[in-house]
Every structure is written in structure tokens, then in C-alpha cells.
């Protein structure tokens, strides 16, 4: 189940990237896991100012909603995509290729927020070919992989 669910998160991403949309289809939502549902729904609100939106509790553990907004009505509101944070087993990945991609408009303080929030960077940020796009790859809590994506600035 995870695999599939990390491979249909990958396959979104790619998509919303790429700029290649399917009539009717959008994206609905990236999903990351942890065994400790709590400490990393605390890093995505403290290093991205996610809201809480919604929390489902299941036998096996919890899901936990998140977006973007100036408070939790505001997120709750939000149309956007949302961070759903599940409850796994383990936080010892198998395949860590399925990640979340944050666009971001100053990538220093944004790698400043990810390594105060209990997060940390698989090296520093570096320019995507000769585009002007700095890619950034960070590590949550769990180990779940963050993409930070800046555009060039203008």
C-alpha cells in the first residue's frame, strides 16, 4: 500500500510539473507517513506554516490534513492541494523516490525553517542545470523526502 500510494503521489507531482494536465483530473493532495504522526505534523507546520484542516482516526492510527492558510479557518477554506500525514509502522523507507514539492520564494530562509523545525538538508541547494532554478532536497522527521523548488528571480 505504501508504494502505491507513494508512486500515485510521484506520479502527480511529475505531471503538475511537467505541465502536462488531464481534462477534468488535478491534483487533490501529497501524502507522506510516519510513525509519529505528531513530531512531523509539527515540522510541516513550523518550517511551512501549514494548518491543521482535518484529522481521521482509524484502528491502525491517524491521518492528519494540512494547508496553506493564515489560520485554520482560512486553511480549511483553501482550494489547494493539501499534506496528508499518515501513521505507518516504521519510519524505515524502502523506496524513498515519492516526495513533496514545495515551490518557495527564498530558499535561504526556507532551508533555515526546514533545519529549525527538526528537519534537515541532503546538501545545499544548487542550480538546476544552467535554468536559474535552485533545487533543494530536504529530510522531515521521518524521513520522508521535501523537494524545494525558486524559480529564477527576475
Known sequence: ???VTGTVTAAG???MLSGVVQAGVTLNAGRVAAKDVATV???YQTAFALQEVNRLSFPGGVEVMLNFGDSVAGAKAN???QIVIMQRSSDDLKDPVPHIIFNVTDMAAT???VKAAGGSMNGEPREFGKTGIMIGM????AGNLVELIQQPKH
Do not use: G, I
Request: zero cysteines; proline letters at 11%; hydrophobic letters at 60%.
Open 138 to 141: 530536504a529530510t522531515d522527521p
Open 1 to 3: 500500500m505504501k508504494r
Open 79 to 81: 482550494p489547494a492541494a
Open 41 to 43: 505534523e509539527k515540522f
Open 13 to 15: 507531482a511529475v505531471l
Open 111 to 113: 532551508v533555515a525553517a
